[in-house]
């Protein structure tokens, strides 16, 4: 059974909008960071922002003001809006969740910006 189950990317035009959702199973305990990754051909992983179980946010700088984490507790989903998209910003997308005991990575999404 998958523990992180991400939905919500796909092929948009620059300047576009995507939302990215990860529910994560109940079977996680003690979650107290979600966040999002993504990875760029031959490039490495990077983080994009994550938030934590009191909401405070942390964005990477090359999306801060165009992307947007938010986090439902009571649903242990974690969202990503996607605002004024670029070219550059095309990577297949990770949700992660940090816990007590462990790390956890979804299956990613590939999101892709292009004309």
């Known amino acids: 059974q998958a523990q992180l189950v991400e939905s919500g990317g796909g092929l948009v035009q620059p300047g576009g909008s995507l939302r990215l959702s990860c529910a994560a199973s109940?079977?996680?305990?003690?979650?107290?960071?979600l966040g999002w990754y993504r990875q760029a051909p031959g490039k490495e992983r990077e983080l994009v922002a994550d938030v934590t179980s009191g909401g405070r946010t942390n964005y990477a700088a090359s999306v801060k003001g165009r992307f947007t984490i938010s986090r439902d507790n009571a649903k242990i989903t974690v969202y990503l809006q996607m605002n004024s998209l670029k070219p550059e910003d095309t990577a297949v997308y990770y949700c992660?969740?940090?816990?007590?005991?462990?790390?956890?990575w979804g299956q990613g999404t590939q999101v892709t910006v292009s004309s």
């Open positions: 992660n969740a940090v816990s007590t005991f462990s790390s956890y």
């Open positions: 109940r079977s996680i305990f003690s979650i107290h960071t």
